[in-house]
Structures are given as structure tokens and as C-alpha cells.
């Protein structure tokens, strides 16, 4: 009996499914969803390296010139404020998104659940 399920379980893994419009739904959402996040990662971590570098010079681990010191915060301030503001970087690029797939993820939910 075993050798039965498990080819069967082979043949529902190697059969091609029909696209249903639940996964051109999924499929959508992801589409928004994506550029935001990818953008918010890259952004966030090239803000944290930025902050690093500037914590590195204003504690002078990088460098011993008095000047680097202030340089250093003035870096580090900037990597604060990159951090600070991805999150809302994030959530605008996410509600511009959703504003421009919205009439077709209304269409196709609407399909699914039948009004």
C-alpha cells in the first residue's frame, strides 16, 4: 500500500495543474509586495553602514585625526536618519503600490468570490 501513495503523491507532484485565479491573486500581491521590501533591505542596510562608519570615525577606531572625530558623527548622523526613515519609505512605496494593482486585485477577488 505504500509504494501506492507514494506514487500517487509523485504523479499529483508532476501533473501540471491548471492557474487558477487564486494564484494569479497570490501572484499579484506578491508583484507589490516585492519592490518595496527589496528596496527597504538594500536602503536599511546601506544606512547601517553608513552609521557603522561613522560610529568607526567618531570613536576613531578608523583613523586618528581630531577631524575625523567630527566627521564621524556627521557620517553617523546620516546613517540615523537613513535608518530612521525606511520604515515610511517602505509604507509609501507600499500604499503607492497597492493604489496601482488595487482595481485589478478588487476584479479578481471579486471573480473568486463570486459577486
Known amino acids: ?3 501506492r501513495t507514494y ?3 509523485l504523479i499529483n507532484d508532476y501533473s501540471e495543474k491548471p492557474v487558477t485565479k ?3 491573486l497570490k501572484a499579484l500581491d506578491k508583484k507589490v509586495r516585492k519592490s518595496p521590501k527589496i ?3 538594500i536602503f536599511g542596510s546601506i544606512g547601517s553602514l ?3 562608519t561613522g560610529m568607526c570615525l567618531a570613536m576613531q577606531v578608523i583613523g586618528s585625526a581630531a577631524a575625523l572625530k567630527y566627521i564621524g558623527v556627521g557620517i553617523g548622523l ?3 536618519l537613513m535608518v530612521s526613515v525606511n520604515y515610511y519609505l517602505y509604507k509609501k512605496m507600499l500604499a503607492r503600490r497597492k493604489r496601482k494593482y488595487a482595481g485589478e486585485i478588487l476584479r479578481l477577488s471579486g471573480e473568486i468570490l463570486g459577486e
Open 78 to 80: 546620516v546613517g540615523i
Open 1 to 3: 500500500m505504500e509504494n
Open 50 to 52: 553608513i552609521l557603522g
Open 39 to 41: 528596496f527597504s533591505y
Open 7 to 9: 506514487a500517487q503523491r
Open 22 to 24: 487564486t494564484d494569479n
